[in-house]
Each structure stands twice: as structure tokens, then as C-alpha cells.
């Protein structure tokens, strides 16, 4: 029994789908398909049993699929264990790059420390994406504010909580403009959003109540800097990005909504005690 074949079973057995694993894993599904019959005469049980089109795990398959699950947990424990005198770890963080680029970074301050030789991989994803990267191990850990899909199967920490306000750059037509704005006159403009989920925006501006002129949208942390600095768009952004920003946060009359956000790390149980 290889792990990298426990691995591929892994995969499979949670999407009940060779087609959707081998998408996941970028591995051919023949590939994917040997490995489970390998397993299958290697254990003489079967896994997987076809349900139309569809393929389910058998009680066998799902006993194997918590098995297997320790198995890997085991084989990463032992590998972090022996990290400090026998191996670099390597760690990946993935989040929208707005958190990424402000938690992301702190956290591996605070790891460096404690993994002189670590190396660390950061990996730009939309929030809904988070319950699938660690599932398939692709990443070790994930920052998000969105919780609407919590898992069972994962750990949250609380980190940080924060606030959204409005920004515009030293360009833009209402920069000089003294004291509040109204909603009304700031509609106007162009907005811009760091990034658009499964096609809705997720800034926590109220849309449905005071509808933007979205023209730039799942901007990335370089092209949303130059954006607003130059005029060109308004910015509903966390603080801690918003501050760093040459622009001037404003203050806005009309709308009476307010974004505060929790932010958290998720994580596979029992799988980071020796990072967190």
C-alpha cells in the first residue's frame, strides 16, 4: 500500500467521483482508477460500488476512508515531528489575497521563529473555496471571514475582527471635497471590489440596498492600489488595507450599514497543534 495511492482513495471517496478527483488532484483518471483497484486487491474488499453514473463507497470503503484519513495524518505528524533536524517544512496558507497579504504575512513572522527552514507557499482563493483545498490537502491552512459552509471535520480560530470602510485616492473628484458625502452623490462613481465569489461580491457593502456601479472587480492587491490611488474607482475596503493606501478613508451620510467581520483560521483537526 503506496500513499500516494491512500491519498488518491482520499480524494475519490470524498467527491464520490473519479472525474471530479482527477480535476482536483490534476491526475488522469486512469491513474486514479488503478490505484483504487490496487487497494481493493491489496485489502480483497471492495470500495466503491456504482450507483448510476454515480459511484458510492461501500461500508468497507468508508471504514477505509477513516482509516486512511489517519494514515495520512500519521505520515504528516511524523514528517512535522522530525521537521527541526531532519527537514524543511513546507507550509501553505491560502485566503483571498487581501487577508493573505495582511494575516498571512504576520502568521509567518511568528512561524519562522519556531521553523528557521521553513518554506511557505501562499495560495490565492475565493472564500467558497476553503472546505476544498483542505480537504484535498492542498493547503494547510486557510484565512477566511466566511463561515456560511462550516465543516464538521475542521477547527476555527478566531484571530482578528474587522471593519470596512469607504477610500478614494488623491485623484478622485470628491477627494477635496470637506466633510461627509452623501451615498447618493458617491454612487455616481465607479467602485471597484477585491474579489467576486461564485459571481457575488463579497466587500460587505449592502448592494442590495444601495446598488454600486461595480466596473472593476476581482481586482487584484497591485491593480486595486493603483485603481484608487488614481481616481479611477472607490474602495470598500477592510482598514487594514485601506490604510496603507495613499487615499483618504471618508465618511459617508445616507447609509446606515456598517461591515464587521471576524477573521478566522481553518484548519484540519488535530493537524496544525504543532503550528498553532
Not at 72 to 77: S, T, W, Y
Not at 100 to 117: C, H, T
Request: hydrophobic share 35%.
Amino acid at each position: 500500500m503506496e500513499m500516494f495511492e491512500v491519498r488518491y482513495f482520499q480524494a475519490v471517496a470524498s467527491l464520490e467521483s473519479i472525474n471530479l478527483a482527477s480535476q482536483k488532484l490534476f491526475v488522469s483518471t486512469s491513474a486514479l482508477s488503478k490505484a483504487i483497484k490496487r487497494l481493493e486487491e491489496e485489502l480483497q474488499v471492495d470500495l466503491f460500488v456504482k450507483d448510476g453514473r454515480n459511484i458510492r463507497l461501500t461500508e468497507k470503503g468508508k471504514l477505509f476512508h477513516k482509516k486512511a484519513q489517519q494514515l495520512i495524518d500519521l505520515e504528516k505528524g511524523i514528517k512535522v515531528s522530525l521537521s527541526e533536524e531532519k527537514s524543511k517544512p513546507e507550509i501553505t496558507i491560502a485566503g483571498p489575497e487581501v487577508f493573505l497579504a495582511n494575516y498571512g504575512v504576520s502568521l509567518i513572522r511568528d512561524w519562522q521563529k519556531k521553523f528557521p527552514e521553513a518554506t511557505f507557499t501562499f495560495m490565492n482563493i475565493d472564500q467558497s473555496a476553503v472546505n476544498d483545498v483542505l480537504a484535498s490537502k492542498k493547503a494547510d491552512i486557510c484565512i477566511t471571514t466566511n463561515l456560511t459552509q462550516k465543516n464538521a471535520h475542521l477547527d476555527y480560530k478566531q484571530i482578528d475582527k474587522t471593519n470596512s470602510a469607504t477610500y478614494i485616492g488623491p485623484k478622485h473628484p470628491l477627494y477635496n471635497k470637506k466633510g461627509s458625502i452623501p451615498v447618493s452623490e458617491l454612487l455616481k462613481y465607479d467602485f471597484l471590489s477585491p474579489s467576486e465569489e461564485t459571481g457575488q461580491i463579497s466587500d460587505g457593502w449592502r448592494d442590495d440596498k444601495f446598488p454600486r456601479n461595480l466596473r472593476y472587480k476581482d481586482v487584484g492587491l497591485k491593480t486595486l492600489e493603483s485603481l484608487i490611488e488614481s481616481g479611477m474607482a472607490v474602495g470598500y475596503l477592510p482598514t487594514s488595507l485601506g490604510d496603507t493606501l495613499k487615499a483618504k478613508k471618508i465618511e459617508i451620510t445616507g447609509c446606515p450599514y456598517k461591515c464587521e467581520q471576524k477573521v478566522f483560521l481553518v484548519f484540519n483537526k488535530d493537524d496544525l497543534d504543532w503550528l498553532l
